[in-house]
């Protein structure tokens, strides 16, 4: 029987990875399905991703320590990942278009990770959540709350066994702290028009100026409110005939859509973080 693996890696740039790594997996019995890799000749770093299938009887934690010895002799950053497909908090506030379109993607088998969970500061998504079968948690916040209940959404992430959380429209701006936690996995979604139209009605601001394109960006959150490494943009163009409520209808497809591809390519193991950027194996 084959059992299905992934390696993802980035180290500094030098002659001779992709040998040491191809060697070590055939030294293994493995065999390669698909490989990727970026040269970063700005950074001077390779960034690489290799699926494979392996015949020995082995596991994710026994191919990466056999495989430190490689990684140290390039000074890798490295993960070796099995098939179990990763298990994701969903957080949201009022509005449903995303948590609707990554629960529709989840269970027709498209969205490449698991949902477990909605977490929410509001009642008003609960039947979405539970006519998915999904367990909906009502953490309500308020000012004087706010530490607690960023303690009690870290204790959900870990009681839930999350890899990934994703701030499907969460409308809380989370601590720095927070965002350290959950740094590298922790999705947020908002609308491209940040940071040129800030504030209450972004869509109304952009058909007062007669903007020409809608889009929405999928990113990793930071203590850089909507200013983390981006995973996927969505750009959708659109013209005078289009009032403030239209412009929020299409801004809305091209949230969900960012965000499914973001989330996706992250369960999948195709988005290596670079500095302040990303590489994203599509």
């Known amino acids: 029987m084959s059992h299905p693996f ?3 890696l980035s180290c500094q740039e030098r002659p001779g990875i992709v040998h040491a790594v191809s ?3 055939f030294r293994h019995g493995c065999d ?16 690489l991703r290799t699926a494979f299938v392996c015949t020995e009887d082995t596991d994710c934690a026994r191919l990466s320590a056999e495989f430190r010895a490689v990684a140290e002799e390039f000074g890798m950053t490295y993960q070796v ?3 179990r497909p990763q298990r994701v908090v969903v ?7 995303c948590l609707n379109d990554l629960v529709f993607r989840w269970r027709a088998g498209s969205l490449g990770a698991e949902l477990v969970a909605v977490v929410s500061n509001h009642e008003d998504l609960r039947p979405m959540a539970e006519a998915a079968g999904l367990p909906f948690v009502h953490v309500p916040v308020t000012p004087a709350t706010k530490r607690e209940a960023e303690a009690r959404l870290l204790e ?3 009681e839930y066994r999350a890899d990934l959380v994703v701030l499907a429209r969460y409308m809380q701006i989370l601590s720095d702290e927070t965002c350290a936690a959950l740094y590298g996995r922790a999705i947020n979604i908002h609308h491209s028009f940040l940071p040129g139209f ?3 009605k972004p869509y109304h601001q952009a058909f007062d100026r007669g903007v020409k394109l809608v889009g929405a960006t999928a990113h990793y959150v930071t203590a850089d409110l909507d200013e983390g490494p981006i995973i996927e943009q ?3 163009r659109i013209d005078h005939t289009y009032d403030p409520r239209a412009l929020a209808t299409v801004g809305q497809d091209a949230e969900a859509l960012a965000l499914s591809r973001a989330v996706r390519w992250h369960g999948e193991q195709r988005v290596l973080l670079n500095g302040h950027s990303t590489v994203v194996f599509r």
Request: hydrophobic share 45%.
């Open 23 to 25: 060697s070590f997996l």
């Open 198 to 200: 800030k504030g209450a």
């Open 234 to 236: 969505e750009v959708i």
């Open 91 to 97: 957080m949201v506030s009022k509005l449903g278009h």
């Open 156 to 158: 959900l992430v870990e």
């Open 6 to 8: 992934t390696l993802t």
């Open 81 to 83: 990942s099995g098939d």
């Open 32 to 47: 390669i399905v698909e490989h990727q890799q970026f040269d970063d000749a700005v950074r001077g770093q390779l960034f």
